[in-house]
């Protein structure tokens, strides 16, 4: 399915989004965050049978950031911009209820590199590099950057990438423990359909606790975490998917898993 600057594919159960501009290395409009909206719409729509998400780039690259061909920066107000057009989208992203997988294919600058952090699974292709590009431009890191940084590899590393907008590497960002794992170029797309379908495969009602649980761990404390997992696994309890797996523990077979 084709939106604006997007693409949806829907394979057998895995949904995959695809940023689509790229004779810009997929930068980012209002227009594209616009077709993404729609898409997801889409994935809602099909909540019965989508049990997993795949965001990627079309082209070679993930996505080189804010689109700035349109305007100079002169009269923009670039806060409104984040407020109105690029939060709603990070939000509708946290907020998704099956399993998120980012599968990096390129250069992931900017604000692409907020989207690409925003997988709970984040695969690589080896040429892939992060890029805190903001200080070249005289702005800062947006799209909830500095929220997730310090939390995945601490605040030096952190402010280091910020502050001298240095390329990150697929494979450093491996090591600091910023992504999941890396492969050759022309294996991302197919080991990530297979992780994919893995998590498409099992309990996704309580995957989608589990995204929730650990997004609002950082901002809990203990005891509260410690509610937050009495809540989710009352949830989870409830489950048809739970009856399930534990017949198939006592059975001693593979469950099979509806979603429900």
Known sequence: MEFERAKLDIDGQIAILKLNHPEVMNAVSPEMVG???????EVDRRRDEVRCVIMTG???GFCAGANLQPTS???VDAGMLLETVFHPFLRRLRELVVPLVTAVNGAAAGVGMSFALMGDLVLCARSAYFLQAFRRIGLVPDGGSTWILPRLIGKARASELSLLGERLPADKALEWGLVNRVFADDELMEKAREMG???????TIALGLIR???WESPDNTYEEQLNLERQMQRKA??????KEGVRAFLQKRPANFKGA
């Open 35 to 41: 077709g993404l909206m729609k898409a997801l719409d």
């Open 58 to 60: 079309e082209g070679r």
């Open 73 to 75: 920066g002169e009269g």
């Open 197 to 203: 379908r893995e998590l498409a495969a099992g309990p």
């Open 212 to 214: 929730r649980l650990y």
């Open 237 to 242: 309890g409830a489950s048809a998917d739970f």
